[in-house]
């Protein structure tokens, strides 16, 4: 039996980690690719993986179905940018036969909104409820220096989109140091006024940008410490399954969320795994081990190797993450960009 009490594969069966922990939400990375180049996510030029190296779609659903079937209640798609793999909206149809068995509980994304205008529409029809949409900043010159490449007026109309579909938007800013620190307020204002959450994440130490990640650095201690003075921040229990933490604004009502990988991590609550575009098997997304399933998938077109080499995985996720900025840790963490793993 599940954590939720539904039954898993009989031979195979729902999986636990050493520390007990049941995973049960897999965030999959579609893709390498994005038109977007986030300063803080990527350098501007980035070379991407050859084709042969990345799943296809069918590869894509057999991994994601084999995971649904040990226990895996919750599924993101992320990139990269999803929406701009060809072909996704088969993909995600193709998934969204397990909202409708009842193996899954929630079928999302997160993306960067660029294409959500083409896609709101069949993305809702697929059993989709609810996405995340990243949005840092709502000053268009200051959205293009973020993203280099991104155009906001055109995310936005994304995000219209998305709400006249009737899919919940949730709005993940990254704090970004002397960026958008003075724009929380705003950010708030705007995403309860429209009745979306917001939640707002630490800057991780993931892959090479070309820049200083100090520079960027900007705990959400201090954030929090800043709306406080302006807003009435309770502590609520509401959860996502995700690793944020929520406030409501009794001002607004509306809900705010903190992801704290480095001033307070939740390892200790970890259900997560997560696969990127090649089948590299992350158990943990601030440490390098990882197990290879795009072989087992490959090598068979049954799932026993499949199976095996999870299991096996997961008897190596570790306890947590250690996350260090600061003028001795100036280096990336991880060498690996938060595109490869799938934020
Ligand atoms: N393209 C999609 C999007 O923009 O949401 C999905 C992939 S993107 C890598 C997922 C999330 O990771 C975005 O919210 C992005 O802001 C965040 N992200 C990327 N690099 C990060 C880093 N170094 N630290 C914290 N968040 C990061």
């Known amino acids: 039996m599940t ?3 539904l039954n898993v594969d009989r031979a195979n069966p729902a999986l636990v980690d050493p520390f007990g922990r049941a995973i049960s939400y897999l965030r999959v990375s579609v893709t390498d690719r994005c038109d977007f180049r986030c300063v803080y996510c990527m350098s501007e030029n980035m070379t991407f993986l050859p084709k042969a190296d990345v799943l296809s779609l069918e590869e894509l659903d057999r991994l994601c179905s084999t995971f649904v079937h040990r226990g895996v209640r919750k ?16 993909l995600v149809a193709s998934l969204s036969r397990h909202l409708t068995s009842g193996a899954l509980d929630e079928l999302t994304l997160t993306t960067n909104g660029s294409q959500l205008k083409k896609y709101a529409t069949e993305l809702a029809a697929c059993g989709i409820k609810r996405i995340n949409v990243s949005l840092d900043t709502l000053d268009p010159d200051k959205f293009r220096a973020i993203t280099r490449w991104g155009e906001l007026a055109i995310v936005r109309e994304g995000i219209d989109a998305a709400r006249a579909a009737g899919l919940a938007v949730k709005i993940n800013a990254v704090a970004l140091k002397g960026v958008n620190e003075d724009e929380f307020s705003g950010l708030l204002e705007w995403a309860h006024g ?9 800057v991780m130490p993931l892959g090479d940008i070309g820049e ?6 900007l705990p959400l201690s201090i954030v929090r410490a800043s709306l406080a003075e302006r807003y009435t921040l309770e502590d609520i229990d509401y959860q996502t399954g995700g690793p944020a933490r929520y406030v409501r604004v009794a001002e607004t009502g509306g809900r705010l969320g903190f992801i704290t990988p480095l001033t ?3 390892c200790e609550s970890c ?3 997560r696969v990127t575009c090649t089948g590299t098997l992350f158990m943990c997304l601030g440490q390098e081990d990882a197990a290879d399933l795009r072989a087992p998938l490959r090598a068979s077109t049954s799932n026993d190797l499949l199976n095996a080499a999870i299991d096996e995985a997961i008897t190596r996720k570790p306890r947590g993450h250690d996350f260090v900025i600061d003028r001795h840790h100036k280096r990336p963490a991880l060498a690996r960009h938060m595109s490869m793993t799938g934020g």
């Open 271 to 273: 259900n997560r795994v």
């Open 264 to 266: 307070h991590n939740f």
């Open 194 to 202: 429209d009745g979306m959450d917001l939640t707002i994440i630490e």
């Open 212 to 217: 200083d990640r100090l520079e960027q650095y």
């Open 75 to 90: 599924l993101r798609l992320t990139g990269g940018e999803p929406l701009v793999r060809r072909g996704i909206m088969t």
């Open 3 to 5: 954590p939720s009490g």
